[in-house]
């Protein structure tokens, strides 16, 4: 191989460029926001030429919304998907936040391009539809008087915390947690 055919750290280019990039990607847009990054810095902690980023990403518009599409593409399967806990225990498991985990991706990437017809805007909006949709389903299952409004109030919870967790720089879920749970069992009659 020659020099030519080698990218920066000797890395042959091309190989991987595009996972290279959205990984830096979620790293920068993660610790320094989407609009502090420039495709500059992406493309050098990525190790690829901005061409390469081009041709992979024909915007860095189009490179944010793949970034969101990537983040969780099924809906915290972690918390809705689990079999070991009944459906009132998945509802309260949705505010086992990590202290680690920075503000929602999809609350910073609306907050940040002030553009609803954007398509990371786009898809922020279909992801918090579809967290409030799977509460909505998971309230249904624990059988709740009223599902869909305690899907809208612990949605609506989740987001309110992870935005003061940020702005705080305070752990705020366990708080939120102890609301859910109020919240979920005045909406779910005991048995």
């Known amino acids: 191989m020659t020099e030519?055919?080698?990218g920066p750290l000797g890395r042959r280019r091309g190989r991987g460029a595009r996972e290279r990039i959205l990984s830096a990607s979620q790293?920068?847009?993660?610790?320094?926001?989407?609009?502090?990054?420039?495709?500059?810095?992406l493309c050098a902690v990525a190790q690829v030429s901005k061409r390469t980023a081009y041709q992979h990403f024909t915007s860095k518009d189009e490179l944010v919304a793949e970034y969101l599409r990537r983040f969780d593409p099924d809906v915290m399967p972690g918390v809705f998907d689990r079999t070991d806990l009944a459906p009132r225990?998945?509802?309260l498991a949705a505010f086992e936040i990590?202290?680690?985990?920075?503000?929602?991706?999809?609350i910073a990437a609306a907050v940040e391009l002030h553009d609803p017809e954007?398509?990371?805007?786009?898809?922020?909006?279909?992801?918090?539809t579809a967290i409030a949709a799977r509460l909505t389903?998971?309230?249904r299952e624990a059988g709740a008087t009223n599902p869909e409004q305690l899907g809208e109030q612990l949605a609506l919870l989740i987001d309110g915390a992870s935005a003061r967790t940020r702005v705080l720089n305070t752990e705020s879920f366990p708080t939120a947690a102890a609301i859910a749970t109020v919240l979920i069992d005045n909406a779910i009659p005991a048995s």
């Open 98 to 106: 990590p202290a680690s985990m920075p503000l929602c991706p999809y």
């Open 27 to 41: 790293q920068l847009f993660r610790d320094q926001g989407i609009n502090r990054t420039g495709m500059d810095q």
């Open 118 to 128: 954007h398509p990371a805007s786009q898809y922020a909006r279909d992801y918090k």
């Open 89 to 91: 225990e998945r509802l």
């Open 4 to 6: 030519l055919e080698k």
């Open 137 to 139: 389903e998971t309230a």
